[in-house]
């Protein structure tokens, strides 16, 4: 009898060692967990310029858009003029519509997930707006008429499959997607040609088009070394190194030789 209950506290005594025990196993791994995350993500922002006098009133080779030969076209412009370009600048020479990604580091291909959540490509008083679309490979695309004329979609692309779609009155939609990634995709209408545009499309998230200030940022970035490019529709394409702090911000810009 003695013996029997001898061995039953010894089997009590081992149990509660053993909880002891993976009680502190637990507690390591809370403590390492806690010690092991991450470092802090950063930033790259940057401005675009072009130099040769280039401003919004005076671009390069800019010509006068006849619309006459359509007068949906030529009603919706009235009063204003007009010009062919593919370069955008403010009165400082600073650069719209520029493609600046991360082509080359450790966070090339991540980001999580493409958005579900669709951009738009508009067709607005005869012209594309925006001029220049980035999207993520599989992002939806709508691509919409604001005219109450026919505009076709032509989309000439290397390594996507080309289409060409019309769209014969305002408000109609048409929904796509990008499976590969590509830059500098082109985008005209063969009823007026003078609209064109341009989409980039990426494997990752890290990528921003330069607004009418020629600003750009590109957030959430793990801290490393990378190889940023440039990219505009007619001026060419720039790239430089640039070395992204943890939880910090790095400040980069370009400059393109407008003629």
Same mark, same amino acid.
């Given at each position: 009898?003695?013996?029997? *209950?001898?061995?039953?506290?010894?089997?009590?005594?081992?149990?509660?060692?053993? *909880?002891?025990?993976?009680?502190?196993?637990?507690?390591?791994?809370?403590?390492?967990?806690?010690?092991?995350?991450?470092?802090?993500?950063?930033?790259?922002?940057?401005?675009?310029?072009?130099?040769?006098?280039?401003?919004?009133?005076? /671009?390069?080779?800019?010509?006068?858009?006849? *619309?006459?030969?359509?007068?949906?076209?030529?009603?919706?412009?009235?009063?204003?003029?007009?010009?062919?370009?593919?370069?955008?600048?403010?009165?400082?020479?600073?650069?719209? %519509?520029?493609?600046?990604?991360?082509?080359?580091?450790?966070?090339?291909?991540?980001?999580?997930?493409?958005?579900?959540?669709?951009?738009?490509?508009?067709?607005?008083?005869?012209?594309?707006?925006?001029?220049?679309?980035?999207?993520?490979?599989?992002?939806?695309?709508?691509?919409?008429?604001?005219?109450?004329?026919?505009?076709?979609?032509?989309?000439?692309?290397? %390594? %996507?499959?080309?289409?060409?779609?019309?769209? /014969?009155?305002?408000?109609?939609?048409?929904?796509?997607?990008?499976?590969?990634?590509?830059?500098?995709? %082109?985008?005209?209408?063969?009823?007026?040609?003078? *609209?064109?545009?341009?989409?980039?499309?990426?494997?990752?998230?890290?990528?921003?088009?330069?607004?009418?200030?020629?600003?750009?940022?590109?957030?959430?970035?793990? /801290?490393?070394?990378?190889?940023?490019?440039?990219?505009?529709?007619?001026?060419?394409?720039?790239?430089?190194?640039?070395?992204?702090?943890?939880?910090?911000?790095?400040?980069?810009?370009?400059?393109?030789?407008?003629?």
């Amino acid at each position: 009898m003695g013996g029997s *209950m001898t061995m039953r506290r010894a089997k009590r005594g081992s149990a509660a060692g053993m *909880m002891t025990a993976l009680a502190g196993v637990a507690a390591m791994a809370v403590l390492w967990a806690g010690t092991s995350k991450a470092a802090p993500t950063g930033s790259i922002r940057g401005v675009v310029g072009v130099t040769g006098g280039v401003t919004v009133t005076s /671009p390069p080779a800019a010509q006068r858009i006849d *619309m006459s030969g359509d007068r949906y076209c030529s009603e919706a412009t009235a009063g204003r003029t007009v010009l062919d370009r593919a370069v955008v600048a403010d009165a400082q020479g600073r650069l719209a %519509n520029v493609v600046v990604y991360v082509r080359e580091g450790s966070a090339a291909g991540g980001g999580g997930a493409a958005s579900a959540e669709p951009v738009v490509l508009d067709q607005l008083d005869c012209e594309y707006t925006p001029r220049v679309l980035a999207v993520r490979v599989d992002q939806p695309v709508i691509i919409r008429n604001s005219d109450a004329t026919l505009h076709n979609v032509h989309v000439r692309a290397t %390594n %996507n499959r080309e289409f060409n779609i019309g769209q /014969p009155m305002k408000g109609i939609e048409s929904r796509r997607t990008f499976g590969a990634a590509e830059v500098g995709i %082109n985008v005209t209408c063969d009823i007026h040609g003078w *609209m064109e545009g341009a989409i980039a499309v990426f494997d990752h998230a890290y990528f921003a088009v330069s607004g009418d200030d020629g600003s750009f940022s590109i957030d959430a970035l793990p /801290p490393g070394t990378y190889v940023l490019e440039a990219w505009h529709e007619t001026l060419g394409v720039q790239e430089q190194s640039v070395t992204v702090p943890a939880g910090g911000t790095a400040e980069v810009s370009f400059t393109f030789a407008g003629g």
